[in-house]
């Protein structure tokens, strides 16, 4: 471990060979930090924290303080981040509230810029991006290789499927389902995120068939429950459609429209 001499680290911290800590960085009591990780100046990290491997943290973020929640009360609770994370200037990440299950999590590969906000007990998937001044409310989850727009704000218990794009100043106040790209002002669906899902090697026809069952969806003038007992039909020979619908069925607040 590389540690600067005005860091100031717990006893009671497990810091794996090979980290390096910054000028000023305190680090708490009950946190956990794997091998690779670089964690610079003026960081502030408080636990029950798990941090795994080759993580970035950048200068004056806080990482696992107490959930901004008034019910809060003191209990026992977690933050979870895997491998491979870019957490860049002035992040903030809480830990979990016994209302949720307790534990915030992030998965592995995630960009995340200055200014981002990840509030208690989100579940957040791996490949991600928030762009600068994104801002999750508290229990949001977050599919895989979602991308958030610069100041975009997502309501408390909302759902973000897989593949998403959520443009700049987006206002998410209910479901987006996997694959969609929204934006606007109002914020509104605005048809399949194709760019991205090129870029990740989907065919030609797993997109069309991806943008059919989005237009069943948005366009057909169907209701909902007809619409996905069609596409529920069509899984079995259009796989990449199922995380969609998937997405679809679990949705709790009803989805953007």
Known sequence: MNTHPTAIISDSAKIAKGVEVGPYTVIGENVEIGTGCVIDSHVVINGPTRIGENN???????????????KYRGESTRLEIGDANTIREFCTISRGTLQGDGTTRIGNDNWIMAYVHIAHDCVIGSHCIFANNATLAGHVR??????????????????IGAHAFLGMYAAINQDVPAYTMIGGQPTAPKGINSEGLKRRGFSGDQIRNIRNAYKIVYRSGAKLSKAIKDLESMVAEQPE???????????????IR
């Open 241 to 255: 459609i199922e995380i969609f619908v998937d997405s679809l069925k679990s949705s709790e607040r009803g989805i």
């Open 142 to 159: 977050v599919g895989d290789w979602t991308i958030f727009g610069g100041f975009t704000g997502a309501h408390q218990f909302c759902r």
């Open 56 to 70: 970035h943290i950048y200068q004056f973020c806080s990482i696992g303080d107490d959930p901004q929640d008034k």
